[in-house]
């Protein structure tokens, strides 16, 4: 937006705000209300058509908005300890105080998943309620263009520029980019002289190839409880077969722990007592193998296991040594994945802003004064279920009281 000077000439008008935050999802929109709630003249600006995008489409469109078990263990970092300061001050039961405020219902799936009873769109508009009751102003469709720091930021947007004593970087990260996701806060965070920890996909589907794929071959769709670790991390929840891989909870949790070159041990069988497959022999000599297999996993699945020569006659002409080695099989898959199926299908990304370079109490930047990085843009990631949004309340909830 351009205005007349009296000799003919333009100017770029400047608007001037307290706070300006750059993304209107989950952090950066519970950011702006509590900022403004303080006072502050705050503006949220996002190149999205609409605010939130990316919780209208979690959770199946009913957002798992938030989980009872929500501590820093639970979470992926450089810095184990970062996110605890934040995820106490604003815990799950505050934001659950917030929902109940305006009457949305909810309700508890496992695992201390709290989910919508109607719509993830509620949600939204709950948070957009509270930033016009408080003052916050929000605009969309709002391209960012050059960015500079000079006592005051100063951001050109579409329509003229903003200046501001604050500015925060809510833009989250690069995955699901068919929404917009763009990395537009690592670009500015290394322009101020921040580090960034390298971003990569995080719960995320992995990939299989040559031999580990092909034994898989026409097993898509076919599912299983498991417990799949990496390094030191396990996790005991579903497992899909896809047509390239691997994808269901157990999986999207353990790829954020793995690494290319790493393998993923997945035990079958979690739930089955040890030495089952002799208890069987013992109970029922008569059964097949593959009967007894069934009865633990799928049987497609369980067809991948057994030993050719086995597949017919009675379990009690199997050797105890035999059967011992077949269950430690199932208990101790060994796969090597060929990759992942990148940000396309990443629920979050894992990286970001570096918690060396951020307050944890605050989220703001210690080289930078009134600069602050917040939610998916920061390296805090968390594990399925919640955790990942409840991140981004807690974060925003800090650096709204302290931009």
Not at 126 to 138: D, I, K, P, T, Y
Request: aromatic residues 6%; hydrophobic residues 45%.
């Amino acid at each position: 937006m351009l205005s007349c000077l009296p000799d003919g000439t333009s100017t770029r008008i400047v608007e001037k705000f307290d706070v300006l935050i750059l993304g209107a999802g989950a952090a950066g929109l519970m950011c702006a209300m509590i900022a403004a709630r303080r006072g502050r003249r705050v503006l949220v600006v996002d190149h999205a058509r609409q605010a939130g995008e990316k919780i209208l489409i979690s959770g199946g469109g009913r957002c798992n908005f938030t989980n009872t078990g929500c501590v820093a263990e639970r979470f992926f970092s450089e810095n184990a300890r970062f996110a605890r300061s934040a995820l106490a001050r604003y815990t799950p039961r505050d934001f659950l105080d917030l929902v109940e405020r305006h009457r949305i219902g909810w309700h508890e799936k496992t695992l201390g998943q709290l989910f919508c009873d109607g719509s993830a769109r509620q949600i939204v508009a709950m948070l957009l309620a509270e930033c016009a009751a408080s003052g916050a102003v929000v605009r969309l469709g709002q391209s960012v263009g050059e960015v500079s720091h000079s006592g005051r930021f100063r951001v050109g947007l579409g329509g003229g520029d903003v200046e501001a004593e604050s500015l925060v970087l809510a833009s989250g990260g690069l995955s699901i980019p068919k929404i917009g996701a763009s990395g537009l806060a690592y670009r500015l965070a290394k322009q101020f002289g921040l580090a960034v920890v390298a971003p990569r996909p995080g719960l995320v589907p992995v990939t299989l190839a040559g031999e580990a794929l092909g034994r898989l071959d026409g097993l898509a769709g076919v599912s299983a409880t498991v417990e799949a670790g990496c390094g030191g991390a396990r996790f005991r929840e579903g497992m899909v077969v896809t047509h390239r891989g691997l994808s269901g909870p157990a999986i999207l949790q353990v790829s954020s722990a793995w690494r290319e070159g790493q393998a993923l041990e997945i035990d079958l069988v979690p739930g089955a007592p040890a030495g089952f497959l002799r208890a069987g022999k013992r109970a029922r000599p008569k059964a097949g193998l593959r009967a007894l297999l069934g009865e633990v996993l799928p049987q497609r699945l369980a067809d991948v296991f057994l030993p050719a020569a086995r597949a017919s006659g009675p379990v009690g002409e199997i050797a105890d040594r035999e059967l011992l080695a077949l269950e430690a099989a199932l208990r101790c898959w060994r796969l090597l994945p060929s990759g992942t199926e990148g940000y396309a299908k990443a629920e979050v990304t894992l990286g970001g802003v570096s918690t060396r370079e951020l307050s944890q109490k605050s989220m703001a930047a210690r080289g930078m004064p009134g600069l602050f990085a917040i939610g998916e843009a920061v390296d805090v990631t968390g594990w399925l279920g919640g955790y990942n949004f409840q991140w981004a309340w807690a974060s925003g909830f800090v650096a709204g009281e302290a931009a």
